[in-house]
């Protein structure tokens, strides 16, 4: 939110001397984090004068139209004569005050002004649009000002046009709704400067009456609890907006677009009470406010056509008949809360105005908001909480201005249905706030800062004998309050809250930071570190480590062409997901891996190699709600069990994607592209960074999705499935726009068995004997069983085994295959001979040969 520190000034008694800085702390120390400040006169320097305008030449001869300008600065050039202006804008006419800035001067963004020939004359200077004086976007013409502003030609522009503001961008975190207006910023700076707070919301407001304004029916009381309205008549549709609201609305970031609309917004600065106008010519009946019913339609202000959905609040006119949500429902005409509608807005010929002013429930707000990506002003106020007890104050402030800015008169009758409830009294033990900061607070402390920021305050045994069994109140806590928190905090619900308010109102610098010292003997786990050395592992390799959002679209599982009966299509729902797009937990992390593969791949890169290891979500079937569980105290160990029985399951994965070439071609010769054989390798170098031993380790085909059938392998360590990698499915590459081969890993890390303590190897300082050996196999026989059967045969002597060629051909045979391994033979007290060697070699081919009928090739 954007606001001038003089229009704060309004309604608090600020220091004269406060400096920026200092007002800035205030603000950070009272919990409201301060983006920037910008002091607007140090936007422009140079002579930036008030000049009216005495004579316009139109040049012709150009493509496009050009004026030549005489301007009367006064004696701000110097000379008294007029200043000569080479300006393209049309929308001035002589006699009209416009903003000049004279040679020398600077404009936002470090635009230099000086004398120069242009377009056949000497322009000397320039004279200024909004968005070129940092003022807004506007930059369909220069500025006019408004015939009643006083300045006289040559008088600094600066505070003509609000350039002496010194302007605040502040962020306003969720809670605290009071804070996207003046009325909130302003009571938070009188508590930190102990200031006098004048409150706009107090302002006196007629009540309602038996005749309403207009006649309005609404049918939730739960979507909206209040529906205020006032009628001005004879409205003059030419009025403009005053040139302070203006540009009180332009420092904002608000565009102005006509008196009844602007008002509406500037009443929302001030107040915070969102407001809509609606042209009551145009309105063909009664109001009805109610539930969408699904499928309706409706076209917002802006210009977009909206499908609505059942919980969507909205104003119809009941005038207009409705076949979708029946006889008497009306058509809507506005999405309650969020955007007015078309048919119904103020427009240029518009003479009666019904301002409308309600209470809207928070959450129905801020879902209607997120499901049309409709984040208005209104709807960002609406959905962290309003003051309910604002519409009237803000709709006789904005009549008040209306009738005295553009005519009209205000109609005697007042509409106010008020189906409000009164807040809930909140029971505090007066020393809640010592025992949880840990900083003393009296209790009559405690309560002159609740009373400070607006609560009612009962205190003392009287009401605990009132309401002996009220929730929070401890036996022997001694002094009780019951506080009532005030209509703009809807935050405080609990005597947590409270206990927050009473830390921040008297300063967060007064509570110590003291660290508590770490338990010693406590590191990583042996999951902790396993994880690491795993990420490592896959890093030395060149795989890039990402992080994807763990986010997913309900389309994700036919994308990767999982069975129906597959158990990672069930997933959890998010109840508030960031995008309606995206709603569910990720069930593999293959989906958000290959969307950021995709995503890197449009932007130019072709050889990647990338790995994640995060959570996966399983839902429970079942499971039910968690129970609610308060802040009061530490939940009890059922609860806790309970809590945890409705948790998703979420088993650590480490999945990686590999595109293009692995090794990279260049002057050293050609590259490689990575394949299937790459992806199990990666696979392989996980369970090797685990401390899994190879032999408890086997690789065999399979057919799993998304991969491709016949390129496809699990890994399995005792036996166990715990992972798949290989070529991914055609079908699935092409659905996902990836490059053809692309190859894909996922291991289960949960799965894994921790590593074995390992007795270090004996390091023998006598020479190997080294043996190859090519056996002939059926192709559907894995090597790695060929491998291990060569490893029990070959017994002690065997150091180390490796596959390094596999053979085809026609002389094979159909179907069959060679297998070449590498035998490294080695003995820890001798040299082996060659005949120990090869009897070594021997016995190993022939536990091969009586598994899988291997055979020697060549013999």
Known sequence: MRVSVSWLREYVDLPADLSTDDLAQALVGLGIEVDSVTDLRENVTGSLVVGEVLEIEELTGFKKPIRFVRVDVGAANGTGEPQEIVCG???????????????????????????????????????CSVRELGLGDDHEGILVLPEESPAKPGDDARPVVGLDEVVLELEITPDRGYGLSLRGLARELSHAFGVPFRDPGLAPAPGGTPEPAYPVEVRDTVGCDRFAARMVRGVDPTAPTPGWMQRRLTTAGIRSISLPVDITNYVMLELGQPMHAFDAGRIAGPLVVRRAAAGEKLTTLDGVERVLAAEDMVICDAGLPNPVAGEGAGVPISLAAVMGGETSEVVAGTTDVLFEAAHWDPVMVGRTARRHKLFSEAAKRWERGVDPALPLVALERAVRLLTEYGGGTAGDEILDLDHVSPRTPITLPADLPTRRIGVDYPPARVVALLEQMGCAVAQGADRLAEDPGAVGVAASAGVSLSVTPPSWRPDLVDPADLVEEVVRLDGYDKVPSV?????????????????????????????????????VSPELPDLLGLPADDPRRPAVRLANPLSDEEPMLRTTLLGPLLGVLKRNLGRGHRDLALYEIGSVFHPRPGAGSPPAMGVDRRPTDAEFAAADAVVPEQPRHVAAVLVGEIELAGWWGAGRAAGWADAIEAGRTVLAAAGIPVDRV???????????????????????????????HPTVVAALELPRRASAMELNLDLLPAAPML???????????????ALVVDDSVPAALVQRALVEGAGELLE???????????QLGAGRTSLAYKLTFRASDRTL??????????AAVAVAAERFGATLRGA
């Open 833 to 842: 001979t060659v005949e120990e060697a090869v009897a070594a070699r021997d």
């Open 800 to 810: 180390d085994v490796r596959l390094f060629d596999v053979y085809t051909s026609e």
């Open 89 to 127: 804008a049309r929308n001035f006419a002589p006699g009209d005050r416009v903003v000049v800035i004279l040679p020398g001067g600077v404009l936002p963004g470090g635009f230099a002004i000086g004398a120069r020939k242009t377009y056949g004359r000497n322009s000397n200077g320039m004279i």
């Open 515 to 551: 660290l508590p010292v770490a338990p010693a003997g406590r590191g990583l786990t042996w999951q902790q570190r396993r994880r690491r050395t795993i990420a490592q592992a896959l890093a030395d390799r060149g795989y890039v480590e990402v992080l994807a959002h763990p986010f």
């Open 698 to 728: 086997e690789v065999r085909a399979a057919e799993y999705a998304p991969w491709h059938p016949g390129r496809c392998a699990e890994l399995l360590v005792d036996g166990v499935v715990v992972g798949h990698a290989g070529e991914l």
């Open 759 to 773: 007795a270090a190897p004996a390091v023998s300082g006598f020479p190997p004997a080294l043996i190859d050996v």
